[in-house]
């Protein structure tokens, strides 16, 4: 709904609650108008039900009301004299109208200065729980979010299995979009496995559902700080259809809510305004290359030629001391059968069965040189030969070097795929980039004017259709929005470039274009934790910060020994008292 919408909506439900509530208001010895002023209605409830007013503000926070209006609900029958479970259960399940039956029906008596503490241990248990998860929901909703780093796209400079502190406040908290969802879970309850929030992912239903009214328009709430070129940001991936992020062939597309879309952790490497383009892996900004802070560990593939067949255990070995996160075979096949489309939409089929994944290195006028990963059977069925002294590893810069300087090392070079990739943003053939070889592109920035044919549309059209909302369609050489003939565009928001460190094991912008801010949730400012698997904790990066110069430093340590010295405090505080 739009704002206007809500409006209207939030008017209905205030007049709906006077209806139902306006002769109670009187039993407790108010005016019965005060039930339909919106606002203050709620403010004079809390009076009634003798709970303090800041509640008023936490029945209007998106998913903490939720919780708060059953409570709500509860203690207002309670106010006057329905204390029996059946009363509790009755006001619950039906949305609050068992209020009506009181207001209209029962003879009831409104109970003034009643004891609002829980009569139950039980009721003392439930009511802790509730305020809880109101308290956790707010802080990790409008402040502080825990995030855990699910891939390798930034591998060096942040770990699969650092558990992250991400700041919400930086950039300014985004209001949830999804009005009716579960607290403090992203788009899926753990567990059971089932979707966390109320709407209709089917692209056909998408516009009609009545579900999906329930939307909020985009808000954010003022941050104190801008998104700066090479940022560390944590964002809702744009272009996300997936039901499961690891499942890249599911049955259908699932088109999500803005805030249930998948949470990623990128480097922002282009920012409003800018010009990138990205040369052999190197990105460059206005012509310049791209400074990243010293924390930064750029990796790249490198082409390392041996000089003699290679044992198991010495490549074992190399990958480990490397630290080298993936290996990749050269193969040669022929340029006749790599060239067949029955073929290449075979390779295709192994690719999304994950038993295949090949690239184009290089080619003469007979064979194909390939780079990639494949299955003997598959190999020898399509008559592929291998390369065994040539591979290409995942390698720091630092690395490189070293490998470089090793005695079965005959030569090793940066590699930098210089083919089309259909994969690759805009995904236009009339484009031919790839990952390492891209651009360049104009990052656009709010207010900022652009020529709009269509040659550059394929750039924009997914940004002006999808992000701002209008209509892009074309007729011969001319390019509509709206229906209206157009030959250049203002952009109504800003967005930015976001990348991975780890340059060829990355999905990121290059596959999907830019990154609109309302899509952006925070900045990662801490990592509290960092495991290895599940046996090997990595000591040296808890509490550690995300930003900064320099190596990490741990505030472990200190943290623990402030916190033996607090409870040390309390206890001899406890026993003085005692005394």
């Known amino acids: 709904m739009t704002s206007t919408q809500w ?17 109670l208001y009187v039993k407790a010895g108010r005016k019965a108008w005060e039930a339909f002023v919106p606002v203050y209605n709620a403010v004079v409830l809390m ?22 209006l059953p409570v709500v609900w509860v203690e207002t029958a309670r106010s006057f004299g329905k204390n029996q479970y059946i009363d509790t259960f009755l006001a619950v399940i039906t949305l609050g109208f068992y209020n009506y039956y009181l207001n209209y029906a029962a003879d009831v008596s409104y109970v003034e200065n009643r004891n609002i503490n829980p009569k139950s241990s039980s009721g003392d248990w439930v009511s802790s729980i509730l305020f809880a998860i109101v308290a956790a929901t ?48 992203h788009d ?20 009609t559902s009545l579900k999906n009214k329930l939307q909020l328009p985009y808000m954010r709430i003022p941050g104190f700080e801008t998104i700066e ?58 012509g310049k290359k791209n400074e990243l802070p010293d924390r930064a560990k750029l990796q790249h593939h490198y082409t390392w030629e041996a000089k003699d067949n290679l044992t198991q255990s010495y490549m074992d070995n190399l990958i480990n001391q490397y630290e080298i996160e993936t290996v990749s075979s050269f193969y040669k096949i022929d340029k006749k059968l790599w060239d067949n489309p029955r073929i290449k939409a075979y390779f295709e089929d192994l690719k999304k069965q994950r038993k295949a994944y090949l690239k184009e290195s290089s080619r003469d006028s007979l064979m194909v040189e390939v780079v990639g990963a494949i299955s003997s059977d598959e190999m020898r069925k399509l008559k592929m030969e291998p390369l065994p002294l040539k591979y290409n590893l995942n390698l720091t810069a630092e690395n490189a070097a070293l490998i470089k300087s090793l005695p079965m090392t005959k030569s090793l070079q940066q590699f930098s795929y210089q083919h089309e990739d259909p994969t690759v943003f805009p995904h236009n053939p009339q484009y031919n980039w790839n990952y390492d070889n891209f651009g360049p592109i104009y990052i656009p920035e709010k207010g900022a004017t652009v020529e709009l044919n269509l040659e550059v549309l ?41 990348m991975g460190d780890n340059r060829n094991n990355s999905v990121d912008a290059r596959a999907w274009g830019y990154v609109p801010f309302n899509h952006v949730v925070g900045k990662p400012v801490f990592i509290w934790m960092s495991w290895d698997g599940i046996k090997n904790p990595r000591w040296e990066r808890w509490f550690t910060t995300v930003g900064g110069s320099g190596k990490p430093v741990s505030y472990l340590i200190p943290f623990l020994i402030l916190l033996a010295g607090w409870f040390g405090f309390n206890k001899w505080r406890q026993k003085k008292k005692a005394k």
């Open 138 to 185: 707010i802080v990790h909703t409008y402040f502080i979010q825990p995030f855990t780093i699910p891939s390798s796209s930034l591998e060096k400079s942040l770990l699969v299995g650092d558990f992250l502190f991400v700041s919400k406040i930086h950039y300014g908290a985004r209001v949830p979009m999804s009005t009716v969802a579960t607290p403090m879970v």
């Open 229 to 286: 070129r090479n940022d560390i940001v944590v964002f809702n991936q744009p272009a996300d259809t997936l039901l499961d992020m690891n499942d890249f062939t599911p049955d259908r597309n699932y088109y999500k809510p803005i805030d249930k879309k998948t949470n990623l952790v990128k480097r922002c490497v282009g920012i409003p305004g800018d010009s990138l383009q990205i040369i052999d892996g190197y990105v460059y900004i206005n």
């Open 458 to 498: 394929p750039l924009y059209k997914r940004l002006i259709s999808e992000y701002e909302g209008k209509k892009v369609t074309t007729r011969g050489n001319q390019v509509l929005i709206e229906g209206e003939p157009v030959n250049s565009y203002t952009f109504d928001n800003d967005y930015y470039w976001m």
């Open 7 to 23: 409006l209207i909506f939030i008017l209905i439900i205030q007049f709906i609650h006077g209806l139902g509530t306006w002769k």
């Open 47 to 68: 009076k009634i039900i003798n709970r303090p007013r800041w509640w008023t503000f936490l029945l209007f926070v998106p998913i903490v009301n939720l919780i708060m």
């Open 188 to 207: 899926t309850i753990p567990v059971v496995n089932v979707k966390s929030y109320l709407y209709n992912d089917k692209i056909e239903e998408n516009k």
